[in-house]
C-alpha cells in the first residue's frame, strides 16, 4: 500500500499563519520557508504513516513548508533505480551515471544501516547539515550515530528505533494456565515443552510464527537467528558472527539454527505446524496470538500497532491498557493544533479504539542463558538526504530534535533511543520498558545483524535460505551457505 500524505491538514502548506504564535514558537528555528515542499519517502505504512504525518503536521503549520511523504513496500529498488546506478553487480549499486538524478525524493527514512550504505555508495546522499549532526550528537550515543558514518562523514541521522528482543504473550492466558513468564533461556525451553505437553492435540501451541512478508520474507526467520545466538552464545559470539570475522555459515550459527529449531519448529510448537511458517504473514502470527491458539510471538517493540485493531497493549499484570487502533479509512492523519497540547491530543487518537476485543497483550524480553545478561537486540531507522535546500534542511532538523522524538514516541508504536526523552510518553507499557532500555547505558546494544550484512546478503540471500530452512528443505549448514556465497568477494 502506498500513501502520499493523504490528510489534508498535515499536508497543507499555506498554514504557517493559522496557529497561534505561542504554539508556533517552538518552531522559530525553522520558519522563512513558506510555500516549500519537501518529498520523503519511506517504508511506513498503515498506521505508520498515519503517525509519521501526524508528527510533522504541526510543524507544516508553523512553518508553511509542506512535508509530502510517501510510504512504500519497495523503497529500495525505487531509490536506487532513481538514483541511476547500475544494479547488476553482486555486490550491490555500483556509483550513479547521473550527476543529479531527477527521480529521488527530497529525504528518504531507510530501515537498514546496509541499504544506506549501499546508497552512500553511489554518490546520491548528502552528508548531514551541521545542524543536524549537531542534534544527533547530542542526542543519540555513539553506537548508533556511527551506523550513518561512512569514510569518516557523517551520512544518516538515526530517527526511530525498536527493541527486537521481544517476546509477546497474554498475561491472562499465562495466568490461566499457570504459566510464569521465563527468566533464562532454560526456562523458555522448559516452559515451550510444558505448553506441548499440556496441549498434545495441537489446539494451543507455544510458538506463533508467520514469516510471508512479499519480497521482505525472511526476516522473521533472520530475527529468531539472531536472538537465540545472543541470548545463548553472548555478545561476543554474536558480534564476532554480525561482522563476518567468521563465515556466515559458521559453526556457531548452526548451532545457533539447531536452537531454534527445537524450540520453535518441533512438532507440536508452532500454530499451523512447520509448514505453515512460510506461508503466514507477520500479521496473522500476531492473530493467532489474539485468539489464543498460541501463546508466545517473537517480534520487535513495534509490533504493537500490527495487533488486531481493539487488542489492548499492557503490562505485565495485565493493566495500564493501551487499545490498538486500525489505521484510519483515508489513511492520513490529522493535524494537532497547539504544540503544548500536541503529545496528549495524537496519543488518544493513535491509542483509542471505539470497541476493545478483550484480549490483553503484553511482552518481556527474550531471556538469555546467562540470567544477569542486559544484551539486546535493535533496530533503527536512519534519515538520508538526496538534495541541498534550505527547507530539506529544516525538516532534517526537526526530525531530528527532541522535540520530534517526543511528539512521535508520545503517538504510540515506537521507542527511543533519544537521551533526555521521557520513556513515560510511550502510550504502552512495552513502549515505556522498550525506551528504558535503549536509553540505559547499562543495556548492550547490539544492531541487527542482518540489516547491515551487504544487502545481498542479510537482505536477500540469507532471507531466502532459511525461508528454506523453515520448510524443512535445507539444513541450518546448507541455509547458511546461502549466506556466505553471496558475501562479496575481495579482489
Not at 543529479?100 to 544506506?116: C, G, K, S, T
Not at 489505521?327 to 497547539?338: E, I, R, V
Not at 521521557?422 to 545483524?449: H, N
Request: with cysteine; glycine share 10%; aromatic share 6%.
Amino acid at each position: 500500500m502506498t500513501l502520499v500524505c493523504a490528510a489534508t491538514a498535515a499536508c497543507s502548506a499555506g498554514g504557517a499563519h493559522s496557529a497561534s504564535a505561542t504554539g508556533c514558537a517552538a518552531y522559530k528555528a525553522y520558519q522563512g520557508h513558506e510555500g516549500s515542499t519537501v518529498t520523503v519517502s519511506s517504508s511506513l505504512t498503515g498506521t505508520e504513516a498515519e503517525r509519521f504525518e501526524a508528527s510533522v503536521a504541526e510543524f507544516e503549520k508553523c512553518t508553511g513548508i509542506d512535508v509530502a511523504h510517501t510510504g512504500t513496500t519497495e523503497l529500495r529498488s525505487q531509490l536506487l533505480n532513481g538514483s541511476g546506478a547500475d544494479l547488476s553487480t553482486n555486490k550491490g549499486a555500483s556509483p550513479s551515471s547521473q550527476d543529479n538524478p531527477e527521480n529521488l525524493p527530497d529525504l528518504a527514512i531507510v530501515p537498514q544501516p546496509a541499504m544506506v550504505a549501499e546508497l552512500v555508495d553511489t554518490g546520491v546522499v548528502h552528508p548531514l547539515p551541521n545542524t543536524v549532526n549537531s542534534n544527533v550528537e547530542a542526542g543519540w550515543d555513539r553506537h548508533w550515530i556511527q551506523v550513518g558514518i561512512h569514510a569518516s562523514v557523517p551520512y544518516a541521522a538515526p530517527l526511530m528505533a525498536s527493541v527486537k528482543s521481544l517476546v509477546w504473550y497474554s498475561p491472562d492466558a499465562f495466568a490461566k494456565a499457570g504459566y510464569k513468564v521465563p527468566a533464562t533461556w532454560a526456562e523458555l525451553e522448559t516452559l515451550t515443552r510444558k505448553v506441548r505437553a499440556d496441549h498434545p492435540d495441537g489446539s494451543v501451541t507455544p510458538w506463533c510464527v508467520g514469516a510471508s512478508d512479499g519480497e521482505s520474507t525472511g526476516w522473521v526467520m533472520t530475527d529468531w537467528l539472531e536472538d537465540a545466538m545472543l541470548s545463548t552464545q553472548g555478545s561476543g559470539a554474536y558480534e564476532t558472527w554480525a561482522s563476518h570475522r567468521v563465515p556466515v555459515d559458521s559453526s556457531g550459527a548452526v548451532e545457533a539454527l539447531d536452537v531454534v529449531d527445537s524450540l520453535v519448529l518441533a512438532d507440536g510448537s508452532v500454530a499451523g505446524g512447520r509448514g505453515s511458517v512460510i506461508s503466514r504473514t507477520p500479521a496473522q502470527a500476531g492473530a493467532d496470538l489474539v485468539k489464543g491458539s498460541c501463546l508466545m510471538l517473537h517480534a520487535s517493540s513495534s509490533f504493537e500497532s500490527r495487533f488486531p485493531e481493539g487488542t489492548a497493549i499492557t503490562d505485565a499484570d495485565g493493566a495500564n491498557p493501551v487499545t490498538v487502533q486500525a489505521p484510519s479509512p483515508t489513511g492520513g492523519a490529522t493535524a494537532s493544533t497547539d504544540s503544548a497540547q500536541a503529545a496528549g491530543e495524537t496519543t488518544a487518537a493513535a491509542t483509542a479504539s471505539p470497541t476493545s476485543n478483550g484480549v490483553k497483550i503484553s511482552a518481556f524480553v527474550t531471556p538469555a542463558a546467562d540470567r544477569g545478561s542486559e544484551a539486546v537486540l535493535v533496530g533503527t531507522d536512519y534519515l538520508v538526504a538526496f538534495t541541498r535546500s534550505d527547507a530539506a534542511n529544516a525538516v532534517m532538523a526537526y526530525l531530528t530534535s527532541q522535540n520530534w522524538a517526543r511528539t512521535r514516541m508520545a503517538m504510540g508504536g515506537v521507542a527511543t533511543a533519544y537521551q533526555g526523552v521521557d520513556p513515560d510518553l510511550a502510550p504502552s507499557d512495552v513502549g515505556k520498558r522498550a525506551t528504558r532500555l535503549l536509553q540505559s547505558r547499562q543495556t548492550t546494544v547490539e544492531m541487527d545483524a542482518s540489516d547491515s550484512m551487504p544487502v545481498g546478503v542479510g537482505s536477500s540471500a540469507l532471507w531466502l535460505g532459511l525461508s528454506r530452512w523453515s520448510t524443512g528443505a535445507m539444513t541450518p549448514k546448507e541455509a547458511l551457505a546461502q549466506g556466505e556465497s553471496a558475501w562479496p568477494k575481495q579482489k
